[in-house]
């Protein structure tokens, strides 16, 4: 039926969408939707355990720990992501072996897809350390003192006090950064990954069909971006605590 509605539309009116009604562009470009889904869910898992690792060293007694998260969050911070996957993707991985591929052929250790996850989720984690720190900076001084009077250590007065309310308070700054890692990952096509618009790309230079690709990839990634959001509602319904507010 949709299939059948959109073949019309191509043949009376030239609106060639034709993801709706040819089987193998559809294919092509739901593996494009399953790629960029699967880069955005590790990446955003990835760079907030990396936000976590660092704002819990930063706030630590060793130096050299300190100096370490400052420098990882100014060198992600302060440079284009799209130098970052590049960088990974040209310069490191060329240090790395090769493996096997099982055909008597070579491939390389880690793939387009894997180097994209690790740019992307160093260059979320290095904004989620800073939004980390903002939101444990604003737990109230009393509240730690209290919760230390009680004989907390320093990991129990993280994971049971300050972590749960520093989590509220930074929710809002976490969705914009997340919502950008989403948008962000467009920039996997400049090495080939086969991601969302790399598939469009490849569907319209065949179809001739850019208008019509433009508008399902706009509207796709407005789709994608809404899911997070509706996550991240519930999740800051889930943890807002009565009494309060920030």
Known sequence: MIASYFQWLNDTHGLNFSVFYDAFDRSRFLT????????????IIASMVLGLIGVWLAGGDSRLGRLVVRGYVQFFRNTPPLVQL?????AVAGLLPTV?????????????TGWAIIAFSLFAGAFNVEIFRAGIEAVPST??????SLGYTRLQLYLHVVLPLAFRICLPALNNNLINLVKTTT??????????LYAASQIWSEM?????????????YVALVAVLVWIMGRW???????????
């Open 32 to 43: 494009g939707l399953w790629t960029t889904t699967y880069i955005c869910v590790v990446s």
């Open 100 to 112: 096997s591929d099982g055909s008597g052929g070579q491939s390389p250790l880690v793939s387009g």
């Open 208 to 220: 001739f069909n850019v208008r019509e690709m433009m508008n399902v990839l706009l509207v796709t």
């Open 236 to 246: 800051e319904k889930a943890m807002r605590i009565p009494g309060y507010s920030t």
């Open 86 to 90: 590049s960088f990974f993707y040209f």
């Open 143 to 148: 509240t730690v003192e209290a919760a230390e």
């Open 187 to 196: 920039l996997a096509y400049a090495i080939g990954v086969p991601e969302l």
